[in-house]
Structures are given as C-alpha cells and as structure tokens.
C-alpha cells in the first residue's frame, strides 16, 4: 500500500513510525506499512460463496457453498496460532465474508486474542442490526467494494442493485460508528469514474479509499488487456494525488491509499522532488520503511480449504494447508523454494526490476502479474509504468 494522503499531504512523519520502534505489535493500524517485523497481516478467506458476480474477482467465487471451507473449530485454531505468530490484524474475506453466519463469532474470537479485526465485504449484506453487531465485537474496519457509479458499477459486479445496496451498508456501518472505506479496482473501464469515488467520499463523509491496481489473477486474469497503458496508469495517480490534495487543502482529509502497484512509491517521490525537495526526502525515508511488495513476507492468505498462499493473488500455489501444519510453521519453512525466494525477492527479479534505482523501495512489485504475463515469476512487472530513465537503468 502506498498511502497517498501520508505520504504526499504529510500526515505521517518518519518520527511517528520511529517512535513504536516500528515492531508490528506495537504499531497503530495507520503504520503498520512500516513495520521492521514484517509480521504478516492475515487475509483469510473464509468461503468462497459470494452473492454478486464481480467480472474480476480473484477468488472465481461462486454462488455455491464450498465443501471443503474450515469449520468454526478449524477457524479459532488457526486464530489461536496466528495471535501467537504475533500477526497484528486478521482481513476475513471471501466471497463475501458475511455469507458466512460465524463470522461475528470469528471476528470476535479474534479481537479477544488482541488482534485487529478487518472485513473486505461488497456492502451488500450490512444491515443496520449487523452493523450494530459488528461495531459490538469491536471489528476494527470495513472495507466495501466500490467499482464506479451505479451503471459501471453493477455491470462489474454482475447483479443490479448492488450499487445502491452497498450505499445503505456504508450509511449502516457510519451510523453504527463502525470506520468504514471504499475499495475501487482500477481499469480502463471504470478510470474515468474517480473523480465521482471522491465527490461521493466527501458527500457520505466516508473517512477512507484505497484504489487497487488491477491483478491479473482469477477471473481478473482474463482481464489484462482492460489494464491502464503505463501513461494511463501516471495520469490515474496524478488525479488521485490531485483529488487527495484538494480534500486536505479544504479542511476535509481523507485517508487515500494506492495498493497493488509499487511503481506508485517512487512516482509520487520523483514528483514531490520536483514540487517539494524538503517534504520529498521525507516521503523516501517512509518509502524505505515501508519496502515494497511484501507477499509471501508482511501479507499472506489462507483460503477457504486452509491452503496457505504468499497473498490473496497467488492461489495457483499453496505452501501447506493449516489442516496439516499450523500457518507459523508454513510462513516460516524457508526449505519451501518459492517462500524463501519471496524472503529475499528481490536477489532474484530480473531485467530492469533488477536493475532499477528504486528496488529497495518498491521489492519488485507484483510476481503475480509478472507470471501472468512474461510466465517467469522473476520476470519485469508488466504494470511498471516508470520509463528507463526514472528508474536508472
């Protein structure tokens, strides 16, 4: 994540993370980006059962309900083993998490082992009685999936309706008091509805949005040419840049953060360079802090079926199952050839991710979409729009 209103506004100083120490358990959930520890935050999809039929979903999830999801039981022991790992926040995900009626149970399991507590959810399903419910168990954040306006939106997410339903959950989960975000995945279909994802942050008073680059994984992977060109892709930050700066010089910050596209780091650096040499060499100490990419390092997943991956991204290859061998055994088996090169990835990238100025701060960038593409996980990251010259090669 590349948290444009910290980095870009100055809402976040290098002395802040400094001061915890910057050891996860310690840090505020607004730093944890720059945590030394690198312990993992946790995405778990709990079912693969969704009741939309979004076109670039990276689960593939389907209406029906998957045989093989961990039980409750299988749930909390994983919880047990995870708040022993140390890992600070757990992201229950699907599908859509609150198909799942434990849910509440789970998240609040986890809250009671003092980790934090997140949901990624399509809105959907958040009654005001849920949300009232989920604020209860002391969920810590929800995340709902916005992909434009009512029209583009609902034809991504494949039902009619979902636009406005997901609207009444944000308004629930603010009601009820719980924070609540926006997630928008970036394509060439949708780009041009940013500007509109910012006028609806400021109208709903919605404290936060995080714009996802695309990743070319399940149905998503169908979906490489509707990504941004490279100049696209600069011109989406800009704007999101712009946006963010305009909400902050008004008295009205959001939290705005780019996720999925580490380029993001030293683009925004190269331009405060130019803008503000003071502020930009204090954006590249927190870009150092923050390092990059982190799958299979400071973000993993475990699946519905207790397959454990390096991110939500990489379901094509499983390190273990929590069935088997508890997560902590599995994140840290660096005998497993891919998870100890994901360790120290960034000894392995090739071609201009390897000889590039900018390495330190953005750890290669996404293998998925490398793999997807080139079919070399080593390989360049497709989606790097930085031109040879800004990155020194």
């Not at 995900?93 to 609150?98: D, N, V």
């Not at 060109?229 to 010089?249: C, G």
């Not at 910050?253 to 502020?279: I, S």
């Not at 902590?328 to 088996?333: G, L, Q, Y």
């Amino acid at each position: 994540m590349i948290g444009i209103s910290k980095l870009y506004c100055g809402t976040v100083e290098p002395s802040d993370a400094l001061r915890y120490e910057r050891h996860s358990g310690k840090l505020p959930s607004h730093l944890l980006q720059f945590s030394q520890d690198k312990k993992p935050v946790v995405v778990w999809n709990i079912t693969r059962k969704c009741n939309l039929k979004c076109v670039h979903c990276y689960a593939q999830a389907t209406d029906k309900q998957n045989e093989n999801e961990l039980s409750t039981k299988d749930g909390k022991a994983l919880i047990d083993d995870l708040a022993g790992f140390g890992v600070p926040v757990i992201l229950f995900s699907g599908g859509e998490p609150l198909v799942r009626k434990d849910l509440p149970d789970l998240a609040a399991y986890a809250v009671d082992k003092g980790m934090r507590a997140v949901i990624s959810t399509n809105g959907t399903l958040i009654t005001p009685d849920r949300a009232r419910l989920l604020k209860e168990i002391g969920l810590s954040y929800v995340g709902i999936s916005l992909d434009g306006m009512e029209d583009i939106n609902d034809r991504f997410r494949g039902v009619k309706g979902a636009f406005n339903s997901a609207l009444d959950g944000i308004r629930n989960c603010l009601d009820a008091g719980i924070k609540v975000g926006l997630r928008f995945t970036i394509n060439r279909f949708n780009v041009d509805e940013i500007p509109a994802i910012f006028d609806l942050l400021e109208e709903m008073e919605i404290p936060r949005v995080c714009f996802y680059h695309l990743v070319y994984a399940g149905r998503g992977s169908t979906l490489v040419e509707d990504d941004l060109s490279h100049e696209q892709s600069r011109q989406a930050v800009d704007l999101i840049i712009d946006r963010t700066d305009d909400l902050h010089k008004r008295g009205k910050p959001k939290e705005v953060l780019t996720v999925d596209n580490h380029a993001d780091g030293p683009y925004l650096y190269l331009r405060l360079l130019r803008e503000d040499p003071e502020r930009a060499q204090e954006v590249l100490e927190l870009l150092k802090m923050n390092e990059g990419n982190n799958s299979g390092r400071g973000i993993g997943c475990v699946s519905w079926d207790g397959r454990v991956h390096a991110d939500q991204f990489w379901r094509h290859h499983a390190f273990g199952n929590i069935k088997e061998r508890p997560f902590s055994d599995i994140w840290t088996d660096t005998s497993e050839p891919l998870m100890g090169k994901l360790k120290e990835k960034k000894k392995h990238v090739k071609g201009r991710c390897a000889a590039c100025q900018w390495l330190d701060i953005c750890g290669g960038n996404f293998r998925v979409r490398a793999e997807a593409v080139a079919g070399d996980i080593w390989a360049p990251d497709p989606a790097c729009y930085l031109t040879d010259e800004e990155i020194g090669a």
